[in-house]
Each structure stands twice: as structure tokens, then as C-alpha cells.
């Protein structure tokens, strides 16, 4: 009894450390609703065997996702170690290691030239940051898809103004 109330005790410990910690990253935690996750990767025309990325990828819902309905390889891009082990855990234990990965480190450090599609849940200001990197490194016909936020000054050729989803083709 005792041991299960100091393993619940170090992971609650472990888990407000994390979300603190957090509040120094680019951009906090919020996830995507799942029907929004299959409306924006049906939004992003995701065929099988695509890579897509997803910059941010908490806990690692776009990712799975995007392999078990669309049938795609994914990248995932995740600085905060408490959401990166908890959705490897999650890849691992559904048996998608061999389609996903999921990356620690910063998405300004990823190298993007072999995405077919960006997914972008972030900040403004952040999605402005990126925009060189995006247009330096993704392949021509590469589809960046954003939610909540546009990319100010980029033209979209799908978007969802309700929900907040816009498609942008390099
Ligand atoms: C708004 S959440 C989106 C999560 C997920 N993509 C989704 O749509 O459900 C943003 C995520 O970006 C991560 N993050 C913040 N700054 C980062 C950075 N510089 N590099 C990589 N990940 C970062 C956060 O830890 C968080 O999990």
C-alpha cells in the first residue's frame, strides 16, 4: 500500500515538474482534439506510406493517428522528456514503433527535407520564426498544415475557417 502511494506520489511530483518546466518551452501543451486531428489529415490528403511531421508532437496523437487511418510513416519532433517517453511508451505498446519515431529535440533543430506534411499546432509568433526554415528545407509539393494559427502572409489552398485549419503547399 504504501509502495503504490509512493510510486503515485513521484510520478504526480514528476508530472508538475514537467508541466513547470514547460512553461519555458517555444509553446505549452494543448492537444488537438481527436476529430480535429482526422479532419486536418484528411484536410492534408495523407496517402499511405507519406511521411508526415509533426513539430510539437506532445503526446503523440497526430502521430498515431496518421498511421493507423492514413497508413503514413511519421516523425515526431518533442522537447519535454515527460511527453516524449510517455508517447513513446504509448507507440511502443500499440505496436507502431516500426512506422513512428518520435524525436527529442527542438523542432528548430529537426531537419524537414523529407517531410510530405508538416503539422504545426504552435504560436504566432513561433509559426513566423519557422517560416525560413520551411521554405529552405521542405521539397517542393510538401504540404505545411496549421491549426488554430495561420502562417501570416502565406496564401492557403484548404482551409477551414470554423476549425481553424489551414493547408499551405510549398
Ligand atoms: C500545442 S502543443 C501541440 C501538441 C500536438 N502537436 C497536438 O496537436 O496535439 C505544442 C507542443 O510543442 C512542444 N514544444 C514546445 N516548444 C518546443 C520546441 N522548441 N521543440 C519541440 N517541441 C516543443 C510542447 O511541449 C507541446 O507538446
Same mark, same amino acid.
Given at each position: 500500500m504504501i509502495t503504490i502511494a509512493v510510486c503515485a506520489l513521484i510520478i504526480i511530483i514528476g508530472i508538475i515538474i514537467t508541466y513547470c518546466y /514547460?512553461?519555458?518551452? &517555444?509553446v505549452p501543451f494543448v492537444p488537438t482534439p481527436k476529430p480535429i486531428v482526422r479532419r486536418i489529415l484528411k484536410m492534408a490528403e495523407l496517402k499511405p506510406d507519406e511521411l508526415l511531421y509533426d @513539430? +510539437? /508532437? +506532445? &503526446?503523440g496523437r497526430v502521430l498515431i493517428m496518421a498511421t493507423r487511418e492514413f497508413e503514413a510513416k511519421c516523425i515526431g519532433i518533442e522537447l519535454n522528456l515527460f511527453r516524449y517517453a510517455l508517447s513513446n511508451w504509448r507507440i511502443k505498446r500499440m505496436g507502431l514503433a516500426n512506422q513512428i519515431k518520435v524525436i527529442r529535440s527542438s523542432f528548430f533543430e %529537426? &531537419? @524537414? /527535407?523529407? %517531410?510530405d506534411v508538416v503539422f504545426m499546432y504552435l504560436l504566432p509568433s513561433i509559426n513566423e520564426k519557422l517560416k525560413p526554415k520551411l521554405i529552405n528545407e521542405l521539397k517542393k509539393g510538401a504540404r505545411v498544415i496549421t491549426f488554430s494559427y495561420i502562417m501570416n502572409g502565406w496564401k492557403a489552398d484548404k482551409f477551414d475557417d470554423e476549425l481553424k485549419v489551414y493547408r499551405y503547399k510549398i
Open positions: /514547460s512553461i519555458f518551452y &517555444d @513539430l +510539437g /508532437s +506532445g &503526446d %529537426a &531537419d @524537414l /527535407s523529407q %517531410a
